[in-house]
């Protein structure tokens, strides 16, 4: 087994934070994203999708999408559940992943695409969506203030993979986009300060 | 149990689909988002992110999220199997309904909000941006095309919840986005035509 990485790319560190809280150890290669190594021919024949992460499996087989293979490590590996331990808290937990995923790690990616110089040439880029996708994002901060309110984790009562992808989320927003994290949302502060003191934080 | 859905919607429609494909029958309510209606504050009790659609189980609790929802459907009503038998299934089809889902039916709906007069007002409106987003729809539509191949569906040999999320962002994308369907992707018209056919394309 082994995984194809890029340590400045969000969805590898979401990978990567999910193998530490398993306590694994996975193999790594890097694959600069940002000079095209994941587009060459040979990067294509594993992931014609042309994203990381990617997990080459024993049999050869590669998966792709972050998401999918947390879920087929979940299943190989299920304690610590970060992904649910019946249907029920698996939808559940699945619906908070998917809203912080797609209203939050979405819009703070696509801010940074349009907006910062490593993208030019790459995409067509239009300054002033990413723009407005920024405005996006500081409302999405306000959201999930919110909803966190006083519980302890985005899902519920227990760190789950939609903790990862918000952890995530935040500090591509915060460190990459330079999106600032409002100190008055104390919810999502006491939170991010949380996850973020996991050992796991630093994969 | 109750779906709260809108006809006209794309995610409402993936979750309609994979209903009728279990051969369930669940109740259903309309919510207009053109007029509004899923932000009411009775809706957002229901699904603060104010998306359709939303499922009320028989406890009272609400589910919100198109593929969240499938997953509880599925664990409840596990045949016909549409989201994998085993964590390494589920993780390949997770893969395929990723890709789908991120790269072909998120532009389509980009392409849609950012040029189509009924967004005008609800969202700040980027028409060029929306206008490279068809452009990203049409080559998605030609990588689909390589990557069905001979294949009978996406993600192999069996129907799953990636043909699912297919068909919804091919017929969204043709027939409310207005993006054709170039008629020489031989392998996408045929899997289209095979999926389309299926009493469930009418959910």
């Known amino acids: 087994m082994k995984i194809y990485d890029f340590t400045l790319a969000p969805n590898?560190?979401?990978?990567?934070?999910?193998?530490?809280?398993?306590?694994?150890?996975?193999?790594?290669?890097?694959?600069?994203?940002?000079?095209?190594?994941?587009?060459?021919?040979?990067?294509?024949a594993k992931n014609p999708a042309g994203g990381l992460p990617v997990m080459e499996l024993d049999d050869g087989t590669h998966l792709a999408e972050s998401v999918a293979i947390c879920r087929y490590l979940e299943g190989l590996h299920p304690e610590p559940n970060l992904m649910g331990r019946d249907s029920r808290e698996q939808a559940f937990i699945e619906m908070w992943n998917?809203?912080?995923?797609?209203?939050?790690?979405?819009?703070?990616?696509?801010?940074?695409?349009?907006?910062?110089?490593?993208?030019?040439?790459?995409?067509?880029?239009?300054?002033?969506?990413?723009?407005?996708?920024?405005?996006?994002?500081?409302?999405?901060?306000?959201?999930?203030?919110a909803q966190i309110g006083d519980k302890p984790f985005i899902a519920g009562d227990r760190y789950t993979i939609a903790d990862i992808t918000g952890e995530v989320a935040v500090d591509f927003a915060v460190q990459l986009a330079g999106i600032p994290m409002d100190?008055?949302?104390?919810?999502?502060?006491?939170?991010?300060?949380?996850?973020?003191s996991r050992p796991s934080a630093k994969a």
Not at 110 to 116: D, E, G, I, L, P
């Open 12 to 44: 590898p560190r979401r990978l990567r934070i999910f193998v530490a809280e398993k306590g694994l150890k996975i193999p790594t290669e890097q694959v600069d994203i940002f000079a095209g190594k994941n587009r060459t021919p040979e990067m294509l």
């Open 98 to 145: 998917r809203r912080v995923e797609l209203n939050l790690l979405g819009p703070a990616a696509r801010a940074f695409q349009h907006t910062n110089e490593l993208f030019k040439g790459r995409i067509k880029q239009f300054p002033e969506y990413g723009a407005a996708q920024r405005e996006t994002v500081a409302q999405q901060f306000q959201w999930l203030d």
């Open 183 to 196: 100190p008055a949302l104390k919810n999502l502060g006491r939170w991010h300060k949380a996850v973020s």
